[in-house]
């Protein structure tokens, strides 16, 4: 991870603990979960690239750093709600699930 980038994700993971903490505060939780948009082309729910990472840090603060195939400009998702499962066939019902759910997925669901 270059210097500038490890500042970045600094950044944006003291602003994802504030907002975590701020939560705490609240004796009812209530998540306010945001529309997966591309930040650069307003594209809803785009298709994105994402690199592997080395980089390492709690769950909790993980963001994704990805590039919307849609205008091809990068951009850092930070997810509200980390659901853990122990397989990849829980990971894939739970994300069948959230798809019908969600309504992100252009209606063919
Ligand atoms: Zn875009």
Redesign the pocket.
């Known amino acids: 991870m270059q210097p500038e980038e490890k500042k970045v994700f600094l950044g944006l993971a003291e602003r994802a603990t504030l907002a975590l903490e701020e939560l705490a505060k609240d004796p009812v939780i209530q998540v306010e979960t945001s529309p997966p948009v591309?930040p650069?082309?307003?594209?809803m729910n785009?298709v994105v690239k994402v690199r592997e990472s080395e980089a390492e840090g709690p769950l909790a603060e993980f963001i994704i750093r990805a590039t919307?195939l849609?205008?091809?400009?990068e951009?850092y998702a930070l997810p509200y709600q980390m659901d853990c499962v122990i397989s990849a066939t829980d990971a894939a019902e739970l994300l069948n699930e959230r798809v019908k759910s969600s309504g992100f997925n252009g209606g063919k669901g």
């Open positions: 591309c650069h082309c307003g594209q785009p919307c849609q205008c091809g400009a951009f």
